[in-house]
């Protein structure tokens, strides 16, 4: 490095919190137009169905409407990440509840609600499909009868109700089994989980002459701009999107939503529109919930706690269309063995349809269902031959050298060191409990995503510094770590920096705020760039001040000879009637080397890039009485590589540990046959403050050369991963009944310990 003094590792507010807690921050639901209109959808009602007729004349007629639009006025266009299985608009066929039939442009929000009322729509009922092992069934109603001739990605391997079958196949399980001397077989269920950011989705479109502008909640704008393109059949130089301040994601505004509706109704009337949800729609009509899943495992190990074999089975819930959820399918099957020495692995997962709401990425896809389930097994394999769990977990855990489920070879042993770590902040086993209270610990491993980004970055006349980047900020902070990276790499400070982006005319190509990728790809695409900017510095100063080059160095925003430093130009003198521009495209290392042999279906994450790990140990209370379980405190030791902005990387493990309590004990969607009952927050409920713990953040580091910037891993997505686990190996402890549902809320609670085990649906903690 040129400069002499290091920002990194050092405590830095984030660039846009003033503008976000003095409310002069602006999102997509603020933004005003003259001519303004306001857009309504039309939803199914029903979960599945056939549509007989649409009559919208009525609705056209009413006072303040200009424009009803349906799938006869867009192009007959499928779409789909993995899958091109929907169009914009129900055709022909309904399948979950909120399927959008119709969308009003009108005056005014009540004239646009008034309008959708008087939408006449007349359907035939078709039988539901409501569960995973009934979707599987080879009997079941195709909810997808043309799947066939749906276009798909490459490699991805369907069935009639399966939009995505994958296997992992290690060794030889059956020859595992055979050496195994005791076995273990467990079944878990999961619900659907919503993301419920605080702003909900919100779209504005505006048409000028043959392009359009779309403002948007997207996390993942040039997906977005792609998706709009697509289906409304346009150049994608013709749409640009730009993303205001954003209001939270976790993933439930990642993909392609609601943007060329509104862009088609904005069309039609030649007026901006601008659409809104109201928080019941967040709950029903956004197509990016949590999987709900049914996860099977049988595990054989011999009597000193050695694994020899795992057969697997898991089933994800991914509602009425495959959306993005094939990441959720490949990660989830990565989670199956955990961070453990498996020598013998058989796992398989069904992604399946069903009339229920399309699920997909939300924060860590796969993960926390995954973790909970294998976690809370390796509780019970260690009661299984009378071990702590702790020591069963110091027994098997990956160390350098290990090879995982596809042949990966880890070049890492902090696995071990985070438990280790772990255990002694929380005491283990405890010793201070009080009656009804417990321990439970869980361990895993996170990938980081390894794909394409851009920045460019120039020195303004003033010295100061501006990054266009085509990166995305959903709050979680990512992109205010870009300019410790350039100051890093040009000698200036953070705040010294301005950052472009979320604009797709703007920035270069950039996946979007998902999968913990931003500081992991676009920060090596931003020092890419200042190391051009820097070397343009040099070169200037070297002439302007008749001096070579190496004997230069760049401190406090100015270049200065070394050991000489009256002899000095500041950035501002050298920026001055000289371009210093770079641009970087953060060239993404490649997958760890791995063996497929004998897998299917597999499509890109058959191996993790740069993994880390962690170890979350959570303290519990539970009343016997009413089954409400409290989560006093929370240890989370995680492995980041090397942490380059503590106070960022703090928030982001506080904040998921807290929301990853939330989906332990209280977040989960409930049915009544294909009908949401809880979309809503006085239903749905989400940890408050009262609730929260104490959280215990400690981080460990070990950077890795084919990693991020400086050896860092991914941060934004493990801390959600490992705390539900956590909580219910701390139940079955303090309880002696282990709760087979997540969410493990009171019901389920009160129910495991007063129902026989004997009983399936009180094995499984179902109602």
């Known amino acids: 490095m040129t400069g002499t003094t290091s920002v990194l590792g050092q405590r830095f507010v984030r660039g846009d919190g003033l503008a976000k807690v003095t409310g002069e921050a602006r999102y997509t639901a603020d933004l005003a137009f003259t001519g303004l209109l306001h857009a309504k959808f039309v939803y199914a009602g029903r979960p599945h169905a056939r549509i007989l007729s649409i009559d919208t004349s009525e609705a056209a007629r009413m006072p303040g409407v200009h424009a009803v639009l ?69 009997a079941a109603p195709l909810l997808h009868p043309q799947w066939e001739g749906y276009q798909t990605q490459d490699g991805v391997d369907r069935g009639s109700n399966d939009c995505g079958h994958m296997t992992s196949v290690k060794g030889d399980v059956t020859a595992g089994f055979a050496e195994a001397e005791l076995q273990l077989t467990e079944t878990y269920r999961t619900d659907m989980v919503h993301a419920v950011p605080i702003e909900p989705h919100a779209v504005v479109a505006q048409w000028q002459g043959e392009k359009v502008t779309i403002w948007s909640t997207s996390q993942v704008p040039f997906p977005a701009r792609a998706g709009v393109a697509e289906t409304l059949q346009i150049p994608q130089s013709d749409v640009r999107i730009v993303v205001p301040h954003l209001g939270g994601g976790f993933g439930g505004k990642c993909d392609f939503h609601f943007e060329a509706h509104v862009a088609l109704l904005s069309k039609v009337t030649r007026r901006p529109v601008r659409l809104v949800f109201t928080r019941r729609e967040e709950f029903v009509a956004t197509d990016k919930v949590r999987h709900g899943a049914r996860i099977e495992l049988t595990t054989g190990l011999k009597q000193d706690g050695t694994i020899t074999a795992r057969q697997a089975r898991l089933l994800l819930d991914s509602g009425a269309y495959c959306g993005d959820a094939l990441f959720a399918t490949e990660i989830g099957l990565m989670m199956i063995a955990g961070p453990y020495r498996i020598p013998n692995l058989h796992a398989e997962v069904h992604t399946l349809y069903t009339n229920r709401t399309p ?128 100051a890093e790499e040009l000698g200036m400070r953070p705040e010294s920096f301005s950052v472009l982006y979320q604009d797709t005319d703007s920035g270069p190509f950039d996946i979007g705020s998902a999968g913990s990728q931003t500081t992991f790809n676009n920060g090596r695409a931003v020092m890419e760039a200042a190391r051009e900017v820097r070397e343009k510095l040099l070169e200037v100063a070297a002439d302007r001040l008749e001096i070579d080059r190496s004997d230069l160095e760049l401190v406090n925003g100015s270049v200065r000879v070394k050991g000489a430093p009256s002899r000095s130009l500041s950035f501002a003198e050298l920026a001055a009637g000289t371009q210093l521009i770079g641009s970087g495209s953060g060239t993404p290392p490649p997958l760890p080397e791995h063996n497929l042999s004998g897998c299917s279906g597999r499509l890109g994450y058959s191996a993790f890039a740069a993994p880390s790990f962690f170890c979350h140990i959570a303290r519990v209370r539970v009343d016997r009485e009413t089954g409400v379980v409290t989560v006093p405190r929370v240890v989370a030791v995680h492995e980041f590589g090397r942490v380059l902005n503590p106070i960022g990387a703090q928030g982001q493990v506080e904040g998921g540990v807290i929301q990853a309590v939330g989906m332990a004990l209280l977040e989960g969607s409930q049915y009544d046959g294909g009908h949401q009952l809880n979309p809503g927050l006085l239903g749905y409920k989400l940890v408050t ?12 580091d070990d950077p890795v050369d084919q990693g991020g910037p400086h050896g860092a891993k991914a941060v934004g997505e493990p801390p959600v991963v490992g705390t539900p686990a956590a909580i219910g190996n701390a139940i079955a402890e303090a309880t002696g009944r282990r709760v087979r549902a997540l969410p493990m809320n009171a019901e389920r609670v009160w129910m495991a310990l007063h129902e026989s085990d004997a009983t399936p649906d009180a094995a499984e903690g179902r109602p």
């Not at 979950?96 to 609600?113: C, L, N, P, Q, S």
């Not at 070879?409 to 770590?421: I, K, T, W």
């Not at 403050?689 to 460990?700: H, I, Y």
């Open 70 to 138: 349906t799938q006869a006025d867009a192009p007959m266009v499928r779409y789909g990440m993995f899958v091109k299985d929907r169009t914009l608009f129900a055709h022909d066929v309904v399948r979950f509840e909120a399927e959008i039939v119709a969308a009003i442009a009108a005056d005014t929000a009540e004239h646009a609600a008034a309008a959708a009322a008087a939408v006449r729509v007349e359907y035939e009922d078709l039988a539901s499909v409501l569960d995973v092992e009934a979707a599987l069934d080879p």
């Open 359 to 486: 699920a997909g990425s939300v924060r860590a896809p796969g993960g926390p269902q995954t973790c909970w389930a294998v976690e809370q097994h390796t509780d019970e394999l260690a009661r299984l031959v009378g071990l702590d769990p702790l020591e069963f977990r110091r027994r098997n855990l990956v160390r350098a050298g290990d090879t995982g489920q596809t042949g990966q070879r880890f070049v890492s042993s902090s696995a071990h060191e985070c438990l280790e770590r772990a255990a002694d902040l929380a005491g283990w086993p405890g010793t201070d409990l009080g009656p009804d209270e417990a321990l439970g610990i869980a361990v895993g491993w996170w990938f980081s995503l390894s794909v394409p980004s851009g920045a460019y970055l120039k020195l303004n006349p003033d010295g100061t510094g501006t990054i266009i980047t085509g990166a995305q900020e959903n709050g979680s902070g990512s992109v205010m770590g870009l300019p410790l990276l350039a």
């Open 689 to 700: 403050a009262p609730d929260a713990p104490t959280v215990t953040v400690q981080f460990l």
